[in-house]
């Protein structure tokens, strides 16, 4: 059974770093798009970043960019996420995503389908 488990996430002072890690079994996904997701509380989820599958490409929102950085192992079946200079509205809990989708769609959770269960990043100021 395919399962996307993340790993990495803790509590770290504004200013600070984590990387992220979601490792991928139970199928090959090299041919998935890869993305990373977060819900804070009482919001709606959003996209954070997403990379295709040959890892020539990377997407990261406005609100992240310059800061985290996306990238993928495929050989270790590993995505992962950089977060540089976290800010306290970067709290919340984030989500790896595996889907079979294009770039114009990539950064819309509708085009996933494989979850993982999520790691808690929480940015004190």
């Known amino acids: 059974q395919a399962q996307l488990v993340e790993s990495g996430g803790g509590l770290v002072q504004a200013g600070g770093s984590l990387r992220l890690s979601c490792v991928a079994s139970?199928?090959?996904?090299?041919?998935?798009?890869m993305g990373w997701f977060r819900q804070a509380p009482g919001k709606e989820r959003e996209f954070v970043a997403a990379i295709r599958w040959s890892g020539d490409n990377t997407y990261v929102a406005d609100s992240v960019k310059g800061r985290f950085t996306i990238s993928r192992d495929n050989a270790q079946n590993t995505v992962y996420l950089q977060m540089n200079n976290l800010k306290p509205e970067d709290t919340a809990v984030y989500y790896c995503?595996?889907?079979?989708?294009?770039?114009?769609?990539?950064?819309?959770?509708?085009?996933?389908?494989?979850w993982g269960q999520g790691t808690q990043v929480t940015v004190s100021s």
């Open positions: 995503a595996a889907g079979l989708t294009t770039a114009w769609q990539i950064r819309l959770a509708h085009e996933y389908d494989y």
């Open positions: 139970g199928r090959t996904f090299s041919s998935h798009a």
